[in-house]
Each structure stands twice: as C-alpha cells, then as structure tokens.
C-alpha cells in the first residue's frame, strides 16, 4: 500500500487519554457494505446511504472502490455528468485516478492523494482511469466520500483542490505503533490540508496489529469507522468490524479501536480504516441522482439548468464522453 507513510515512532504522537476520565464513545451500529455497479461498469462497496441518512449528516455517500487486480483493459471509470449542491472527496491509496471538470479543475490523484471538489453552484465532470492503467492492468484502491453542503453553501462557486500525499498531516498514536494521517478537519490540534465548507474530520489510519488507536473526538461531530482492509474491533465494547463494515458510534469525547492480532496478508501491515465524523446540518435534503438540494422545487430547478448548458460545456476534446445527469458516481 504505497499510501503515505512513515515509521511511527519519528511523528508528532496523539496524546494519551486517561481511561477512567474519559467519556469513550459506544458502537451502535454495524454495517456491512452493499456491493453496486457504477459510473462504466466497475463495483463499489457501499456503507451508506444504505443507513438512515439523518445518522450520516454531513456525509451523504461513501464509496469503497476495491482493492482490485485490474486486468489489461479492465479499468473503468464514469462519463461526464453534472452535480450541485455538495461536495465529492476521492482518495486514492493504490492505482491512479484522472478528474477534469468543466471548470479547468483537474489532475491525475494517484497513491495517497486526494481530489477535493465542490460542485457548488453547478458544474460537470468526468474520472477516469488513466490510459497506461487501462492498458498494462495493475492494482486499484480509493474512496468517494460525498460531503453534503448546508443551504448558504450550495450556491458556492464550483472549485478544486488538489491535496497531494505529500501534503497530508502524519500523526502517530500515543505509544508509536499506528500511523493517523489528517486528511481534512483537525485532530488533536494538528489540521489536514482539505478546505471545507461543512466542518467535518477525515483521517486514514493503519493500525498496528494487536495495538489500540485512541482519539479524542469533539463532541458536537458524529464519529464513523470504515475497515478499508484487515479486521479489529471498535468501542469500550469491542465490536468486531472487518473490511467492508462501517461502526457507527454514540456521544462521547473520544473513540477507541483495536486492531486483531492476526491480520490476512492484504492488511499484513496493520488494520487499514477511514475515520470520519462532522458536524450534522440538520437540513431538508431533496436528492435525486447527481443533485442535493433541499426542495424538490431545487432539483427541477437543477435539471433544467443542466439540460440548459448552465453547468458548463464539456470541452471539444472529451465530447465523445456521453454526459448523463442519471450518473450517480462522481
């Protein structure tokens, strides 16, 4: 997993947190991901919306894509489609992913990076694997995390960041065995390099096998743990969550998992998990495909403006790429 790493015991370590002191937060739910098909044809595991969608808020979507083996001609990736109203979060860990939009924004995010963008007012884009992936075959991992926009955000002007792996803040846990990575949000003090809108927290940990992970979380954010790969458990109550299953956990300062002793080869270097957790909107949310807005009156209005070319005009050198607002995968 060439995500970025470090050896542990050089990084700034989480502070220790005092076991009696503590208000640990409990696990009070787990699901296990439902398998889709997307964008040309290639499977995604889904941990939510499948939940009830008010237990997610901000987050509206989170798509696990992979790991996989492509083959020489395998990769996919989507066609050029529209969005409003929110804002999607590609991480790749393994492969590379090409992103351009119909507002300049773009690049190849490849091996720990992260395409940050927010659709805003409007705009239309496409991913795709990039054409040496397609050709030769070769190991693909990554994440879409849809990251919902409040009423006075949705309007925002359409924008792009590129956050190299480079750029993402390294922490370790307090006895230096597991690696945090800080994506967006803040942890401990130390804040990732995503810009958002909607204050939210996004980290990527691999936790060491057999070691605990401790993080002090604020108390206003849900909190969310998805297993990329490996298995351990989460909570004072130690529920098992293996890949593909997402802990959702109750009120309290602070989260706690643990990873199993022994891990399958894929997850040889420690249990690979996402945590997120934000700060819920508590909004109306009228969602059909590609738009998040908060009236039906919104969608329609969404609609008509892609159908009227007022989300951006493909450029002359991608037209062969059918633009559809029923694409459901950005």
């Not at 590609?290 to 005009?313: L, Y």
């Amino acid at each position: 997993m060439p995500a970025v790493t470090a050896d542990p015991l050089t990084l700034t370590r989480l502070p220790r947190l005092p076991e009696q002191e503590t208000a640990w937060r409990p696990v009070t739910r787990v699901v296990t991901a439902e398998r889709h098909l997307e964008g040309e044809g290639f499977a995604v595991r889904r941990p939510f919306p499948g939940i009830d969608l008010p237990l997610a808020d901000p987050f509206l979507l989170l798509d696990h894509m992979g790991a996989v083996e492509y083959a020489p001609g395998e990769a996919k990736g989507t066609s050029w489609h529209p969005h409003r109203g929110f804002e999607t979060v590609t991480y790749i860990i393994d492969g590379a992913f090409q992103h351009h939009d119909t507002t300049g924004g773009g690049g190849l995010i490849t091996d720990g990076a992260t395409q940050w963008m927010t659709a805003g007012s409007g705009l239309q884009h496409i991913e795709q694997p990039p054409p040496e992936l397609v050709a030769t075959g070769g190991l693909f991992h990554g994440v879409q995390l849809w990251v919902n926009l409040p009423r006075e955000h949705k309007w925002a002007p359409p924008r792009y960041q590129d956050i190299k792996s480079r750029d993402v803040s390294l922490l370790s846990s307090d006895d230096g065995s597991s690696v945090v990575r800080v994506i967006a949000g803040e942890l401990a003090g130390h804040k990732g390099p995503g810009a958002t809108y909607t204050p939210i927290t996004f980290l990527h940990a691999t936790v060491a096998p057999g070691a605990r992970l401790t993080l002090p979380w604020p108390h206003e954010f849900n909190a969310m743990v998805y297993a990329l790969s490996g298995r351990g458990a989460a909570g004072p109550g130690a529920r098992p969550v293996g890949e593909g299953q997402l802990a959702m956990f109750g009120a309290g300062d602070a989260l706690s998992v643990t990873a199993a002793d022994a891990q399958p080869l894929a997850a040889r270097n420690g249990w690979e998990i996402l945590v997120l957790g934000g700060l819920p909107i508590r909004e109306p949310i009228a969602r059909y495909g590609p738009f998040v807005m908060n009236t039906r009156e919104e969608i329609i209005e969404a609609f008509e403006d892609f159908q009227s070319g007022r989300m951006g005009t493909i450029p002359a050198e991608r037209v062969p790429h059918h633009s559809s607002a029923d694409e459901q995968l950005s």
